[in-house]
């Protein structure tokens, strides 16, 4: 899943993933650091996306550059840095935009499979290759 998402002026174009989603929905309620996040999507996907760190903190600059995160603070946690992040106002946006736009899909797609298998039933009893 991929879609165009759009930060402030000047911002880096960005292309919305499933990842990146996750991440931003994963920061809607209150800054995260890191882990949490690699949590916090792993929670919200029921286990279905598991990030690494590589690709988390990757998501996380394209993200910056594209003005939907921002650092949000740091501390020492038993001598390791933690540093948070936390969404923007575009950031939520992007979110919601792309909420909807998975909403609208999901409706098309149940349509979809409506008709289909509305067209796809057999009429005489009989199924496909003439089995019964």
């Known amino acids: 899943m991929t879609s165009a998402a759009s930060g402030p002026p000047g911002a880096k174009p960005f292309r919305m993933t499933e990842q990146a989603y996750l991440i931003l929905l994963s920061l809607t309620p209150?800054?995260?650091?890191g882990y949490a996040v690699i949590q916090a999507?792993?929670?919200l996907s029921d286990g279905a996306t598991t990030l690494g760190a590589?690709?988390?903190?990757?998501?996380?600059?394209?993200?910056?550059g594209?003005?939907?995160v921002e650092p949000s603070g740091e501390e020492v946690v038993d001598g390791r840095l933690r540093r948070y992040y936390r969404i923007t106002d575009d950031g939520r946006r992007a979110a919601e935009q792309e909420t909807a736009r998975l909403r609208e899909?999901?409706?098309?797609?149940?349509?979809?499979?409506d008709r289909r298998g509305t067209a796809s039933r057999p009429t005489s009893g009989r199924?496909?290759?003439g089995l019964a």
Do not use: F, I
Not at 30 to 33: K, S, T, Y
Not at 54 to 64: K, V
Not at 105 to 113: D, N, S, T, V
């Open 30 to 33: 209150e800054p995260l650091h």
């Open 41 to 43: 999507v792993a929670e």
């Open 54 to 64: 590589g690709t988390l903190y990757g998501n996380l600059d394209r993200l910056s």
């Open 66 to 68: 594209a003005g939907l």
């Open 105 to 113: 899909l999901a409706a098309r797609a149940q349509k979809a499979l």
């Open 127 to 129: 199924l496909a290759g």
